[in-house]
């Protein structure tokens, strides 16, 4: 008998927390998209440190932080670089800041900046 009351009690919670709780769900969802596409338009700087420089693919392998505007966590990648030139300014162990979007379906370097060594 006390278990079944404290089930009841338990259901009425539940049916009171949880329409506000999906409301503050879809608030955070809408802020978080009118985020990603401000982020977008203003391509943010990410940090990275450059892992591999492969200057006949045109590939930098880059080990990046959270990459907002492609809505990509941190993890180690090859990127395609936009410009030949900016492969021979970096070399393997520089730590940059970059800014990357998707060209033709290939995540791709658009800019890039040696930072100093600490
Ligand atoms: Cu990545």
């Not at 670089?81 to 492969?87: E, F």
């Amino acid at each position: 008998m006390k278990y079944a009351y404290t089930a009841i009690a338990l259901l009425a919670t539940l049916t009171t927390v949880l329409p506000v709780a999906g409301q503050d769900m879809n608030r955070d969802m809408r802020a978080m998209h009118v985020a990603g596409a401000a982020a977008q338009d203003a391509m943010p700087k990410v940090s990275g440190e450059i892992r591999k420089v492969d200057v006949d693919a045109g590939k930098i392998t880059i080990r990046h932080g959270e990459i907002p505007n492609l809505d990509m966590p941190a993890m180690t990648m090859v990127f395609r670089a936009a410009s030949p030139d900016m492969l021979n300014q970096v070399k393997t162990g520089d730590q940059v800041l970059f800014t990357a979007k998707k060209n033709n379906g290939a995540l791709t370097v658009t800019t890039i900046e040696v930072l100093p060594p600490k």
